[in-house]
T-cell receptor, first 114, second 111 residues
Framework: NAGVTQTPKFRILKIGQSMTLQCTQDMNHNYMYWYRQDPGMGLKLIYYSVGAGITDKGEVPNGYNVSRSTTEDFPLRLELAAPSQTSVYFC?????????????FGPGTRLLVL | AQSVAQPEDQVNVAEGNPLTVKCTYSVSGNPYLFWYVQYPNRGLQFLLKYITGDNLVKGSYGFEAEFNKSQTSFHLKKPSALVSDSALYFCAGRDTDKLIFGTGTRLQVFP
């Protein structure tokens, strides 16, 4: 199993551009998550999904959109990139939403908005 | 409000010495606590978790964590540090529907 994979690894965007961060998992997990990691801030939840066709907002959803058309894929869309979206983005997945359930993370996408 | 705190930004330890990375928590109900490690340019890797039961939890790579309910702590420990343990360590606690992460502690092990 590859686990959770993310593309691209690194991207530079100009202000106002759009892009999609890709995330795929091959563990047949129902739950998927997008986090952003800012220096000294830990990880913040952007959006999550409990299954295909179902998504919900996390702590910091503004400026982002998601979709979940399949169990495997959970892309994150930035429509109008802003410097405040410069961050490292991590996708994660888990089998259930149980409180003891472990989340498994992808390698991350480093995004720089100039 | 639920929270997880890692009071040290960085911990320095000599190779072969024991290491401790501190974490305190404030979550409602029974705590479900996790430790993750992040190596440079990599994603977070799961180390161990506390659900219930034994207060000493054993995890990957020789790490263990001690749960202390009275002190609301979940410190990560290893008896003998390796240079390869140098990384960023995150403590996390489970809220009802999401993980709450601490700000991370950078562990530097010197040869």
């Amino acid at each position: 199993n590859a686990g959770v994979t993310q593309t691209p690894k690194f991207r530079i965007l100009k202000i106002g551009q759009s892009m999609t961060l890709q995330c795929t998992q091959d563990m047949n997990h129902n739950y998927m998550y997008w986090y952003r990691q800012d220096p000294g801030m830990g990880l913040k939840l952007i959006y999550y999904s409990v299954g295909a066709g179902i998504t919900d907002k996390g702590e910091v959803p503004n400026g982002y959109n998601v979709s979940r058309s399949t169990t495997e894929d959970f892309p994150l869309r930035l429509e109008l990139a802003a410097p405040s979206q410069t961050s490292v983005y991590f996708c994660a997945s888990s089998k259930t939403s149980g409180r003891s359930e472990t989340q498994y993370f992808g390698p991350g996408t480093r995004l720089l908005v100039l | 409000a639920q929270s997880v705190a890692q009071p040290e930004d960085q911990v320095n330890v000599a190779e072969g010495n024991p290491l401790t990375v501190k974490c305190t928590y404030s979550v409602s109900g029974n705590p479900y606590l996790f430790w993750y490690v992040q190596y440079p340019n990599r994603g977070l890797q799961f180390l161990l978790k506390y659900i219930t039961g034994d207060n000493l939890v054993k995890g990957s790579y020789g790490f263990e964590a001690e749960f202390n309910k009275s002190q609301t702590s979940f410190h990560l420990k290893k008896p003998s540090a390796l240079v390869s343990d140098s990384a960023l360590y995150f403590c996390a606690g489970r809220d009802t529907d999401k993980l709450i992460f601490g700000t991370g502690t950078r562990l530097q092990v010197f040869p």
